[in-house]
Structure formats: C-alpha cells, structure tokens
C-alpha cells in the first residue's frame, strides 16, 4: 500500500508545481503589461528615490542667489525671481538706473516690493531644520551643568542651559528656546537694518544736496561780486581799497562756508559708510547660527540705536553784510519822506507763476493750478516816480513775511490785489523751515544774507534802470536790481503777511 501511495502523491505534487509556475508567469506577464499591484511596488520604490531630490531642490529654491544663504526678508521682482531685501538693497545701491533683476537682468518697474510671506515662512522652517545639525561649540555648552545651552534669556541677552534658566538669579526672567529668539531677533535686525538703510539714503541725498547748495552760493557769490563792485561806483575813487577788502573778506566767509559744507559732506559720507557697514554686519549676523548671533547680540542694538540718534546739522548760508562807508549819507541826498500812506487795506494779493514758484515750492508748499491768492494788508504810496533817483525807508517786521519795491500800477478789483510783476521790482521776506530769507523777483533768486532788523531803504535810480534794497541801520547793501530801463510811472507799495 505504502509503495502504491507514493506514486500518487508524487505525482500530485509535481502538477501543483506545473500550475505554480503558470500562475507566476501569468503574474509576471501582467506586471509588464497592465498597470497592477506589480507595478505600484515599483513606483512606491521611484518615489522613496525622488523625494530626496525633491526636498534638495526645494530647499535650494529658498536660498538667494546673491548671498547663497536662506532668505531674508524675501521679495519676487516682475520677472518672478526672488532675493533678500538686503541683498537686493546693497546690489541696487551701485547698480545704474534703472534698476535690473541681478539673476536674468530684467528691468523691474517697481522700485518697492513687498516681502513674500510664504517664502519667509518656508525660510524660516528651513533654518530651524538646519540649526540642529550644526555642532555645538564650547561657548553653546554649560561647563557647570555639561548641558547644551538651549535657553535664550531676554533680559541678559545670553544663553542659557535648562538648570541656569531655573536658577534663583535667572528664574524671574523671560526664557524662549534658542530657535524661536532667533528668529525674532532676526525680525527686530531686520527692522533696524530697513532703519539704518533709510536713513543711508537720506544721507545719499543730503550729500547731492550740499553738492547743489554749493553750486548755488558759487552762482550767488559771482552775482553778489558784480552787485558790490557796482554799488561802490557811485562813491568816490579812494573807496576802492574798502571795496576790494569788503569783497576779500566776503571770498574768505564764502570759503569758510565752502569748508563747512565739504566737511559737512565729508561726515554724511562717512556716516553713511558706517551705516551700511552697519548694515553689512547686522546682515552678516541674521546669517550666522542662532546661538552665535545671538551672543553678540546686545552690543550690535547698542550701536545701532548709538548712530540712528546722530545727524548731521545743516550748515548756514548766510554772508555777513558790511557797511560801506559814506554809502547812507549819498542815499540821504535822495530822500524822500512820507512815500507810503497811512492806510492800508486789507485784500488778497494775486502771485503770478513765476513768483509763486519760488514762494510756494513743491517741496513745502501744495502747488495749485489755480492763482495763488495770499491774505495781506497793502500800503501803497502817494509818489509816482517817473524820472531821477530817489531814496526811502521803510519799517518791517522781523518775525514776518513781506513783499517791498516798486511796480507799474496797482489794480483792485472785487476785493483782490493785483500787480504786474514784469514791471515789478521787489523783494520778498519768506519763512521756511523757521528761517526768513530774502528772495527777489528779477533775478528770481534767494539772497544767502542775515535778515535785517528794523529799517529797509529802498533806492530807485529810474533812468538807470537800477533799484536797490539796503540794511538803513548800517548802510550795507541787501541786493542791487538792474534792468535795462523803466518806461511807466513806477508806484512804492508794501505788503504784508495777515495775522
């Protein structure tokens, strides 16, 4: 039985075999041809592969490519690339307008962008994921406790291990994980360093400015020569060397103010220089490891609110007026008293363009297309002055606008004020920034002198064509005003700014 048993079973396992084999071809043949249970084994194993690579490409997409560091304060130009503010800050700071996207060169018409906040946040994350792998240095490890030093103390600005923290010195104070101040601290850097940049392009443009204010007292000192060595022609020839000091001692003043604007230029530009050295290292620090910014951290705040609270005072244009000997007793030959009535008027005074422009500058006035109307009380005179030299004065108010001279006519209609300016000879008191200066209409320019105190002459030589303003306390010349000549009765007035 035993030999007529073993056959069968023989037998039986050799067609379970057979049929084990077909099934396994059968299977095989279905993972390469129809899309199964095979083939998912074999995706699932693909993607284990890819998501190495994907999270290496993901994480270079979060590195600027000026500073090959994480972001910082990301922001994407019109081109769609993105940079850390700073670093797009110092990279347009010597880049020629306009401005180009420092990866594909692209023009970018903004000049302000906002920062990206999911590139931030991403940013972020992948920091604080780098941070644990950095290697703990000495410093970072409590030699007391031999514990890591994980705490941040917000009062101290130090760090700290877990049982430091719980000390009796240091358990009243304010402890975050090295991380999470990190980051904040980097947010607060981040803060000042778009401080410390405003304020090095406002230094940027207080340099450009001193460059034009020089340029402009330049101009005014050559007018201003011509004005002197005019004026000292009406007096006699032994004149000349007072003439000659006055205008020596005006250079040397003028100098001495060059000076003051070239050494005020010259600390603008180290102070700006020191800004963005500042700013540089400030930079520097966001991208160091959380423990070691933070080390130094206290100290950098100090100086950073140390320079934002110095700035740079503006320098005095002023020139000193001197008197010129003999000067007011020529004038006084020209007298003439009671120019001006007593009454006066109050309306609105219409400034033509030209004028305004300079009375009401953009920059600290809001321009209007309409005309300019400016409440005023008006005197004008009783003379009309067709011919010959005349010479009057006047009482103005130190703490005050005004406007004094001579014009073609005075018009009043419906309550306004209007004179021709053309025909017009004056000068102007004006307040800007808490300080008077004196303007006048042709040439339409400010005169860099001290306001006067008290008395203003004014002395008209009609045939020459020539109106002057001078200082009637010490007989030193405000301004001379030539014109070709005059061909309409001229009227004295003065105008004054209402309360």
Same mark, same amino acid.
């Given at each position: 039985?035993? $030999?007529?048993?073993?056959?069968?079973? #023989?037998?039986?396992?050799?067609?379970?075999?057979?049929?084990?084999?077909?099934?396994?071809?059968?299977?095989?043949?279905? %993972?390469?041809?129809?899309?199964?249970?095979?083939?998912?084994?074999?995706?699932?194993? @693909?993607?284990?592969?890819?998501?190495?690579?994907?999270?290496?490409?993901?994480?270079?997409?979060?590195?600027?490519?000026?500073?090959? *560091?994480?972001?910082?304060?990301?922001?994407?130009?019109?081109?769609?690339?993105?940079?850390?503010?700073?670093?797009?800050?110092?990279?347009?700071?010597?880049?020629?307008?306009?401005?180009?996207?420092?990866?594909?060169?692209?023009?970018?018409?903004?000049? /302000?962008?906002?920062? @990206?906040?999911?590139?931030?946040?991403?940013?972020?994350?992948?920091?604080?994921?780098?941070?644990?792998?950095?290697?703990?240095?000495? =410093?970072?490890?409590?030699?007391?406790?031999?514990?890591?030093?994980?705490?941040?103390?917000?009062?101290?600005?130090?760090?700290?291990?877990?049982?430091?923290?719980?000390?009796?010195?240091?358990?009243?104070? @304010?402890?975050?994980?090295?991380?999470?101040?990190?980051?904040?601290?980097?947010?607060?850097?981040?803060?000042?360093?778009?401080?410390?940049?405003?304020?090095?392009?406002?230094?940027?443009?207080?340099?450009?400015?001193?460059?034009?204010?020089?340029?402009?007292?330049?101009?005014?000192?050559?007018?201003?020569?011509?004005?002197?060595?005019?004026?000292?022609?009406?007096?006699?020839?032994?004149?000349?060397?007072?003439?000659?000091?006055?205008?020596?001692?005006?250079?040397?003043?003028?100098?001495?103010?060059?000076?003051?604007?070239?050494?005020? %230029?010259?600390?603008?530009?180290?102070?700006?220089? &020191?800004?963005?050295?500042?700013?540089?290292?400030?930079?520097?620090?966001?991208?160091?490891?959380?423990?070691?910014?933070?080390?130094?951290?206290?100290?950098?705040? =100090?100086?950073?609110?140390?320079?934002? *609270?110095?700035?740079?005072?503006?320098?005095?244009? /002023?020139?000193? @007026?001197?008197?010129?000997?003999?000067?007011?007793?020529?004038?006084?030959?020209?007298?003439?008293?009671?120019?001006? +009535?007593?009454?006066?008027?109050?309306?609105?005074?219409?400034?033509?363009?030209?004028?305004?422009?300079?009375?009401?500058?953009?920059?600290?006035?809001?321009? &209007?297309?309409?005309?300019?109307?400016?409440?005023?009380?008006?005197?004008?005179?009783?003379?009309?002055?067709?011919?010959?030299?005349?010479?009057?004065?006047?009482?103005?108010?130190?703490?005050?606008?005004?406007?004094?001279?001579?014009?073609?006519?005075?018009?009043?209609? =419906? *309550?306004?004020?209007?004179?021709?300016?053309?025909?017009?000879?004056?000068?102007?008191?004006?307040?800007?920034?808490?300080?008077?200066?004196?303007? #006048?209409?042709?040439?339409?320019?400010?005169?860099?002198?001290?306001?006067?105190?008290?008395?203003?002459?004014?002395?008209?030589?009609?045939?020459?064509?020539?109106?002057?303003?001078?200082?009637?306390?010490? $007989?030193?010349?405000?301004? &001379?005003?030539? +014109?070709? +000549?005059?061909? &309409?009765?001229?009227?004295?007035?003065?105008?004054?700014?209402?309360?």
């Amino acid at each position: 039985m035993l $030999g007529v048993a073993k056959p069968k079973a #023989t037998a039986g396992g050799q067609a379970l075999t057979l049929k084990e084999g077909r099934r396994q071809k059968a299977v095989a043949r279905a %993972k390469a041809w129809v899309p199964g249970a095979g083939r998912k084994l074999v995706q699932a194993a @693909s993607f284990r592969n890819m998501e190495s690579h994907t999270l290496q490409g993901l994480l270079r997409e979060l590195i600027c490519s000026i500073c090959m *560091n994480y972001f910082l304060d990301p922001v994407t130009l019109d081109c769609g690339h993105s940079f850390c503010r700073p670093c797009l800050c110092l990279s347009w700071d010597a880049a020629q307008i306009p401005m180009r996207c420092p990866y594909c060169r692209q023009v970018s018409e903004k000049p /302000d962008f906002k920062t @990206s906040i999911p590139l931030r946040s991403l940013a972020s994350l992948a920091r604080q994921a780098g941070a644990d792998s950095v290697n703990s240095s000495e =410093e970072q490890f409590c030699v007391a406790h031999k514990a890591a030093k994980r705490l941040f103390c917000d009062f101290e600005k130090k760090l700290f291990c877990r049982h430091c923290s719980d000390s009796p010195n240091h358990v009243a104070h @304010s402890h975050s994980p090295t991380q999470q101040a990190a980051e904040e601290y980097r947010e607060e850097l981040l803060k000042r360093m778009g401080s410390l940049w405003n304020m090095a392009q406002e230094m940027q443009n207080n340099v450009k400015i001193e460059d034009e204010k020089a340029g402009s007292l330049q101009e005014y000192v050559a007018l201003r020569k011509v004005m002197i060595r005019a004026e000292y022609q009406k007096i006699h020839q032994f004149l000349y060397e007072e003439e000659c000091l006055y205008v020596d001692t005006m250079e040397r003043e003028a100098n001495e103010i060059f000076q003051q604007l070239q050494e005020s %230029k010259v600390r603008m530009t180290q102070q700006t220089e &020191s800004l963005k050295e500042m700013f540089r290292e400030q930079m520097g620090m966001c991208h160091k490891p959380d423990m070691e910014m933070l080390q130094d951290l206290g100290t950098v705040l =100090e100086r950073t609110e140390l320079v934002q *609270n110095q700035k740079p005072q503006p320098v005095n244009l /002023d020139l000193t @007026s001197w008197c010129c000997t003999g000067l007011l007793e020529l004038l006084n030959r020209f007298r003439v008293d009671n120019v001006l +009535s007593d009454g006066n008027i109050s309306l609105f005074m219409c400034i033509s363009e030209d004028v305004r422009s300079v009375l009401f500058p953009a920059y600290h006035y809001n321009m &209007s297309r309409e005309p300019q109307r400016l409440r005023s009380f008006v005197i004008w005179g009783t003379h009309t002055f067709t011919s010959g030299r005349h010479y009057w004065e006047v009482d103005v108010p130190h703490s005050s606008c005004w406007i004094l001279g001579v014009c073609k006519d005075i018009l009043i209609m =419906e *309550n306004l004020f209007f004179i021709d300016w053309r025909e017009a000879s004056v000068l102007f008191s004006l307040k800007m920034n808490d300080h008077y200066y004196l303007y #006048t209409n042709r040439p339409l320019i400010v005169h860099h002198v001290k306001m006067p105190v008290g008395k203003i002459g004014v002395f008209l030589d009609y045939d020459k064509g020539i109106v002057s303003f001078h200082n009637a306390s010490n $007989g030193s010349l405000l301004c &001379s005003l030539a +014109s070709s +000549s005059f061909s &309409s009765p001229l009227k004295p007035f003065l105008c004054l700014e209402a309360s």
